[in-house]
């Protein structure tokens, strides 16, 4: 980082990059370019055999990509990081990359749809089993828990349950029996630091928060750089016994002299080369607009969003509000203790007239969008059981927090007076 600080507005104006050295521009140049050219044939061997570090191929790493993971380690506390080309990739990658068949993973519950079908479905055609457990009751990881199990997964702001996940509670339980917490930390950058409260991992989407106007497919994984793999040889077998794939590496101890990033360079080395999702520059350029003003949006989502909140809860038409701040008990001190730079930009709520009514309100709205995505500039909604979560069953819904009525509100940054009155006139026509 040419510019050191430890406050979030700077970091993700300075960390990474202070001008193209050949140029002297001050933005991030797009590096639109497939490969880099050799110096000879001994720096070419070098580069591939990590003897030397530098770029090779875009599908592997590339310049632009390179500042957008410095200013999200940066900005995470975290050692280093690997952008991807969503944030489904991240969550893949993030598993696959110390979980193999016959292996298991521990996860929350409380998921975002896309992520529910991945584990549920995908990984179970790769051999690996995810065990859901329901967050309310940290100890259920620890019960869930066998030889075989590699990492406990969980989102820090559930979208779209809103019950904030115990990280710490968890995390320990993991650190005494030596596996990782990965956190989706996706609804909540800006808001809390997962690593300071002892998750491994994060694997998150770039498209919401982070790239923040809705024009771009990202993800992100973050390594911690402060989980001991050595320390647990027999769990992580894929990062401590010799990786056929790459001549017989050891990741552990093939990258020690770059400090604790074996989980992080493996992933990019060994996934990201073999099954190729990787992040356009192009995408890295416009995530980076956006990231360099996440902290100063998230002040206005998370305004905005408490207001709506305020006042959906006294409207007569709405019997239930999903926000952390209206929410009691230990939830509540969850949210409280986790959520440092606010409650977030999401709010839920159901109506006294049920999927019709919600359906008849969506429809109704003129300002918000009514689309698939969350944390853009401007107000969004949606009816996640007739669609983001749609392939789920009853069940698998209840679960993540997803009953029939439930619309989710992803609240912008138009003027308050303009969201409430067309949330107003929509709810009278519920
Ligand atoms: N994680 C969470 C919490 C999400 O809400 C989403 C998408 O909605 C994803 C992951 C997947 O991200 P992407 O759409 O970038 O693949």
Redesign the pocket.
Known sequence: MSVESTHQETIVLHAGHRKDETTNAVAVPIYQTTSYQFDNTEHAGNLFALKEFGNIYTRIMNPTCDVLEQRLTALEGGAAALAVS??????MIAVQNIAQAGDNIVSSTD??G??WNLFANSLKTMGIEVRFVDPEDPEVFRGATDDKTRAYYA?TL??PKLQVFPIKEVADIGRELGVPLIM?H??AHGLCRPFDHGAAIIA?????YIGGHGNS???IIIDGGNFDWEAHKERFPMLNEPDPSYHGAVWTEAVKPLGPVAYIIKARVTLLRDCGQAMSPFNAFLILQGLETLPLRMERHCGNAEKIATFLDGHAKVTRVIYPSLMEGEHRRRADAYLEGGYGGLVGFELEGGTESGRKFIDSLKLFYHL???GDARSLAIHPAST?HSQLTEEEQFATGVSPGYVRLSIGLEHIDDIMSDLSQALDDA
């Open positions: 969503s944030g489904q990739a991240a969550s998921l975002y896309g992520t989102e559930p979208n989706d996706t609804a998150s989407s770039c498209t919401k497919i990202g993800g698939a995505n969350i983001t």
